[in-house]
Each structure stands twice: as C-alpha cells, then as structure tokens.
Nanobody, 115 residues
Framework: QVQLVESGGGLVQAGGSLRLSCAASRNIFSISNLAWYRQAPGKQRELVAVMTAGGTTNYAASVKGRFTISRDNAKNMVYLQMNSLKPEDTAVYYC?????????WGQGTQVTVSS
C-alpha cells in the first residue's frame, strides 16, 4: 500500500500559476505510472497529465503547453506545474499512482481560478 497526499492548491487569478505537489509514503516510482486527474462538480473525472515509470509524459489537449508533470524520485514527490491558468481549470486535483499491486489516490486539492 502507498499513501498519497496532495498539496499546493488554492485560489489564483486567471493567467496565474500554481504548483501542485503529491507526496508518496514510500518510493515506488521506479515501477509506477504517475498521473494527475481533476474533477469539477457535476463532471466526470478527467485525466490531466501522466508520466510512465520510464519518464514518458502525455497531457490532455486542454492543458497541453500549459501544464507540466514531473517527479523527484529521491523525495518521493510528483508535481504538476500549472501556468496560464483559466477558470475552466477549476477543479479538485488528484494524484494517482499505478503499480503492479494496484491503483492509489490522494485525497485531492482544490484549485480555483477566478476570472
């Protein structure tokens, strides 16, 4: 089992930036796929960014060029740098980790972008 804890959310003006962090309780990144999802009220959970164990990244079209997923294996951390934020980015953001033993989720962190 692994525990994930997100932080870094908050209220920001459109055009601003936030950096979300996800702390894992142990180092399993070498065999893990990492991802950020988001969910707005009344909407389905949406995949935002993914990084494979090998370091390959991919992004939802809506955030391509604005968001960057990264990891720090030594610190058991995964990050989501969010630039040029838009009101439609408002959602609860969740860190997700997948390894051979299962899929794990953090509790989420709220991001609110004001226009």
């Amino acid at each position: 089992q692994v525990q994930l804890v997100e932080s870094g959310g908050g209220l920001v003006q459109a055009g601003g930036s936030l950096r979300l962090s996800c702390a894992a309780s142990r180092n399993i990144f070498s065999i893990s796929n990492l991802a950020w999802y988001r969910q707005a009220p009344g909407k389905q959970r949406e995949l935002v960014a993914v990084m494979t164990a090998g370091g390959t990244t991919n992004y939802a079209a809506s955030v391509k060029g604005r968001f960057t997923i990264s990891r720090d294996n030594a610190k058991n951390m995964v990050y989501l740098q969010m630039n040029s934020l838009k009101p439609e980015d408002t959602a609860v953001y969740y860190c997700n980790l997948q390894d051979p033993s299962g899929s794990y989720w953090g509790q989420g962190t709220q991001v609110t972008v004001s226009s």
